[in-house]
């Protein structure tokens, strides 16, 4: 995207993977979204190793120096290795060491963790699959669906899932189905929220005001790679201008029309 995302190359993010709840094709798309917030000192995946199913993130964890963590499922239905990453992510936080999080994972077991966390004045990123609960989403500071990343991520079934959990996923369903679809009530509503009294927005403030407005939203999710792009999709709507500064960078002011 554009200037609306806040680059702070300097921010130190921890890293921290449900290997349950993530696929390894992801992973080389999935860091680079993660740099553009940040250096990642810290780099771990969660799961238990004994099982296939984790077999495939060995060659990508041995290329991104990500640290396997080992959990074992002590016993059948629940998820041990949430419960290993929150716990990580507490001790992490409390060490002072980075000021920002990033929990890969589509499990709303872990809003929480985010809402704590930005509680203590941290950064914090949520990657997962378009069907994560809105809590965990709303949650985070800035959500990146993996639809986005253009690597399809295979739905996988839980042998045993909660059934509150299972009702949370068909709300979350809906509800994204219903967000995806009408981009424009958000955008007009950030215009407004950042109009000057020329009635005219700077952009990168109204991009910034979606992210607050709803942390999942991305142009990528309506078939745009930039901002300008998508605001373009509504001429009826819109009033996009274009200013041209000293050094070649093209500053975006928008308006609402009528």
């Known amino acids: 995207m554009e200037s609306e995302i806040t680059i702070n190359s300097n921010r130190r993010i921890a890293l921290l993977i449900d290997g349950d ?25 969660y799961g238990d190793w004994t099982k296939s199913n984790m077999k495939g993130w060995k060659d990508a964890l041995q290329t991104h120096a990500i640290q396997p963590i080992q959990q074992f499922a002590y016993t059948k239905g629940k998820n041990a290795t949430d419960s290993a990453l929150i716990i990580d992510a507490m001790d992490i936080l409390a060490d002072g060491v980075v000021e920002g999080l990033c929990i890969v994972s589509s499990d709303s077991d872990y809003t929480r963790l985010a809402t704590r966390a930005r509680e203590k004045g941290f950064f914090v990123m949520g990657i997962g699959m378009r069907k994560t609960p809105s809590a965990f989403v709303n949650a985070c500071e800035t959500f990146i669906h993996t639809e986005n990343l253009g690597v399809a991520e295979p739905s996988k079934k839980p042998t045993q899932p909660r059934a509150d959990k299972a009702e949370d996923e068909k709300a979350s369903t809906a509800e994204s189905a219903s967000r995806t679809s009408k981009p424009l009530k958000l955008l007009l509503k950030a215009v407004q929220m950042t109009q000057q009294d020329d009635e005219w927005a700077f952009l990168g403030t109204v991009g910034a005001y979606l992210r607050q407005l709803d942390p999942g939203f991305d142009p990528r999710t309506y078939g745009e790679s930039q901002l300008s792009s998508l605001v373009r999709k509504f001429p009826k709507h819109f009033e996009v201008r274009e200013e041209k500064k000293r050094g070649g960078t093209t500053v975006i002011h928008v308006k609402i029309i009528g």
């Open 21 to 45: 709840n993530a696929q390894p094709s992801l992973l080389d798309v999935l860091l680079t979204e993660v740099y553009k917030f940040g250096v990642v000192p810290i780099r771990r995946i």
